[in-house]
């Protein structure tokens, strides 16, 4: 499910429905290297062993985002090595089978949906921080946070909006640049 904040974890590679492995291959050589000239002519195997090159040695976060097919899990995580060091590949999908394939114990982690009242705490915390939330205003913001449907990701790009909202006012009534009128627009009439 789209908006459950799956992907702010770190630079991933995204997968999508069409899967193209070279270029899926590439983006994870630009992780590495600038020089990606050298690469361009090479073949999907042969991009492959660089890869395996580059990770050999080293301990690694892989994100692979919206993988749709155990096909392309399969075909994309021969590049990873299992070096024993910690590394990891992070998988995030909407197919529970691809989740299902992806973790070697069988019990994929399902993200969920925030219960209305996280949806709510979420909002206050990101609009007013520390500062106290004002009791007029907890009605309007339970029916924001309500509208969120539970996504995180659609609470958070309210709060944003709200935030910046709630500082032109207060630059407004400071004297700041910014000024803030209570404008009141008149309804047009309905002929």
Known sequence: MAG??????????CVSRSMNRRE??????????????????MSE???????KEFLKD????????????????ELL?????????????LVTTRDFEVARHAD???KPHALRFLESQESFELLKMKVFRKQRFPAHLELMGRIIAQKCYGLPLAVLVIAGVL?????????????????????????????
Request: proline share 2%; glycine share 6%.
């Open 4 to 13: 459950l904040d799956k992907t702010t974890l770190t630079k991933m590679v």
């Open 24 to 41: 899926i291959f590439m983006d994870i050589i630009r992780q590495f290297t600038k020089q990606t000239n050298d690469y361009k002519n």
């Open 45 to 51: 195997e042969e991009l492959g062993e660089k890869i």
């Open 58 to 73: 080293e301990k690694y976060l892989i994100v692979m985002d919206d993988v749709w097919h155990v096909e392309d899990l």
């Open 77 to 89: 995580k021969i590049v990873f090595p299992n070096n024993q060091n910690g590394s990891r590949v």
């Open 104 to 106: 070697s114990y069988g």
């Open 163 to 191: 935030d910046k909202e709630r500082q032109s006012c207060i630059l407004g009534r400071s004297g700041g640049r910014k000024s803030y009128t209570n404008t009141q627009s008149r309804k047009p009439k309905l002929q």
